[in-house]
């Protein structure tokens, strides 16, 4: 899912998991390019069918869960960092990896904005419509260039959509391209330096195989149903400011979470 509450009814409980372990902030966004198991977890929830989360292990980390209620919070059950996005959010909005249309509902219910949402998982696009987004796609962001916005969102790290840092100038360009004169890009990733063992001198204890230490390995369990491995980026704000800036963007830091997490706005600077 390019990835990633019941915010009509209100039904939702509310969800304390973003706190609960700093860990589990690896599994907020995620990628399924072959198999939907997160659509098909949250059509199940949607419908009234949720029995059990989402497991997930990764290349640094063990097996932990990811609750399914998560994807449907509302407005005052997003951690800070997914709340000043939407208030930065203006004009057209193109929400990337929209999940379970928490985000395009707010925006388009709350904000009474135009949002088109794209997703590459069709039981998530199913979600969305069946919760009221009236502009939904299944759609890879990097195949889309029907329109251009004023604001291109990916929260639940939507950088990670990018898989390895080589991909990021192509990834930052392709998003120009969907912005209008004035446009921005808001994004959250994280600095996941904190998973790795220190050692006595302060410094961490990384292993050499990646290219960055934020290049980490993909797979999801739900029901009797597994991912493949699939790669996902995670970028220190150092680094995703060095690669806006060498392809052109001005890149702001907004607002630094309390889980080695960041929000960032970039803006192409006309040449």
């Not at 029995?51 to 800070?80: A, C, G, K, N, V």
């Given at each position: 899912?390019?990835?990633d509450s019941?915010?009509?009814?209100?039904?939702?409980?509310?969800?304390?998991?973003?706190?609960?372990?700093?860990?589990?902030?690896?599994?907020y966004r995620?990628?399924?390019?072959?198999?939907?198991?997160?659509?098909?977890?949250?059509?199940?929830?949607?419908?009234?069918?949720?029995?059990?989360?989402?497991?997930?292990?990764?290349?640094?980390?063990?097996?932990?869960?990811?609750?399914?209620?998560?994807?449907?919070?509302?407005?005052?059950?997003?951690?800070?960092?997914?709340?000043?996005?939407?208030?930065?959010?203006?004009?057209?909005?193109?929400?990337?990896?929209?999940?379970?249309?928490?985000?395009?509902?707010?925006?388009?219910?709350?904000?009474?904005?135009?949002?088109?949402?794209?997703?590459?998982?069709?039981?998530?696009?199913?979600?969305?419509?069946?919760?009221?987004?009236?502009?939904?796609?299944?759609?890879?962001v990097m195949?889309?260039?029907?329109?251009?916005?004023?604001?291109?969102?990916?929260?639940?790290?939507?950088?990670?959509?990018?898989?390895?840092?080589?991909?990021?100038?192509?990834?930052?360009?392709?998003?120009?391209?969907?912005?209008?004169?004035?446009?921005?890009?808001?994004?959250?990733?994280?600095?996941?330096?904190?998973?790795?063992?220190?050692?006595?001198?302060?410094?961490?204890?990384?292993?050499?195989?990646?290219?960055?230490?934020?290049?980490?390995?993909?797979?999801?369990?739900?029901?009797?149903?597994?991912?493949?491995?699939?790669?996902?980026?995670?970028?220190?704000?150092?680094?995703?400011?060095?690669?806006?800036?060498?392809?052109?963007?001005?890149?702001?830091?907004?607002?630094?979470?309390?889980?080695?997490?960041?929000?960032?706005?970039?803006?192409?600077?006309?040449?």
């Open positions: 899912m390019q990835a019941d915010f009509e009814n209100g039904s939702l409980k509310t969800c304390d998991y973003y706190s609960r372990n700093t860990k589990k902030h690896l599994q995620v990628l399924m390019k072959k198999k939907d198991i997160i659509g098909k977890a949250l059509l199940d929830f949607q419908q009234g069918n949720y029995t059990e989360d989402i497991i997930t292990e990764t290349s640094i980390s063990e097996e932990d869960t990811l609750p399914l209620p998560y994807f449907f919070r509302s407005y005052d059950e997003m951690p800070p960092i997914e709340q000043k996005a939407l208030q930065l959010a203006r004009g057209k909005v193109l929400d990337v990896g929209c999940g379970a249309g928490s985000h395009a509902l707010y925006l388009q219910c709350e904000k009474k904005l135009e949002v088109t949402a794209i997703d590459t998982s069709p039981g998530a696009v199913e979600v969305c419509r069946e919760r009221g987004v009236k502009q939904v796609l299944v759609q890879d195949q889309y260039d029907n329109e251009k916005f004023d604001t291109v969102l990916l929260l639940m790290n939507g950088l990670g959509i990018c898989g390895r840092l080589k991909n990021i100038s192509g990834f930052l360009n392709h998003l120009r391209t969907l912005l209008r004169p004035g446009g921005q890009i808001l994004l959250d990733s994280s600095d996941i330096i904190y998973m790795f063992d220190g050692d006595d001198d302060g410094g961490r204890w990384i292993p050499s195989y990646p290219d960055y230490y934020g290049e980490i390995e993909f797979q999801m369990r739900y029901k009797k149903e597994q991912s493949n491995n699939f790669p996902w980026l995670y970028a220190d704000y150092n680094t995703l400011q060095n690669a806006a800036i060498s392809n052109g963007f001005g890149c702001e830091l907004i607002l630094e979470g309390a889980h080695y997490d960041y929000l960032a706005r970039l803006q192409d600077i006309p040449g």
